[in-house]
């Protein structure tokens, strides 16, 4: 796993001055430990690495190396490494690579998509023209990001007829002649000479959002 370009694309977000900063490398290492192994909370992941003499060794952390503080590891994966794209970034250069082996050609596509219940209560749902968005107490990192995803894809007028105010970016939706809940769409793009998955990207369960994503992958691929 080679992440030796990763300290300069993240360069802008890092301070020259201030407290010793924490090496991103090894938090990205980390989040790959997560994720192999199904970790799903900071605070034990970084308990994890602590102790487990293998995930120190893929870290790059010695005996007496200290592991980030599971507060600081989330204040970095919520905002320099969300602000940064740096998922998207990593996911590019693993692709890129796999492309220049020959393990993918990125010549012919398919695409599909599979629908993924939302952590949200339908009981937590309400009409979407009913909810003041201006109401403090939904400012929320949720509410802002479903905001900030209205303006970019112009839907500001189109609002669902039904909103989670726990997750408000799922969209209220069914399968043919299942029940209805809160859902995402993850849509895949593949190669169909290797069968193998060049991109995900997950949208609301909304038809114009699945296609926008689509178009998307396709011209990072050919990128």
Known sequence: ???????????????????????????????VVGYCYGIRSERRLCEEVHLNLAYRWFCRLGLEDEVPNHSTFSKNRHGRFRDSDLFRWLFNEVLRRCMAAGLVKGEGFAVDASIIKADASRQRGVAGDEIDWRDPALS?????????????????????????????????????GGPAYFAYSTNYLIDTEHGVILDVEATPAHRTAEVDSTKTMVERVEA
Request: no cysteine.
């Open 1 to 31: 796993m080679d992440l030796s370009d990763l300290r300069a694309y993240l360069a802008d977000f890092y301070s020259p001055i201030g407290r010793p900063l924490i090496d991103p490398e090894l938090m990205v290492r980390m989040l």
């Open 140 to 176: 929320s990192r949720a509410v802002r990001e479903y905001l900030e995803a209205l303006d970019e894809e112009a839907l500001a007028e189109a609002l669902p007829k039904k909103v989670s105010l726990t997750d408000s970016l799922a969209r209220w939706t069914a399968a043919p």
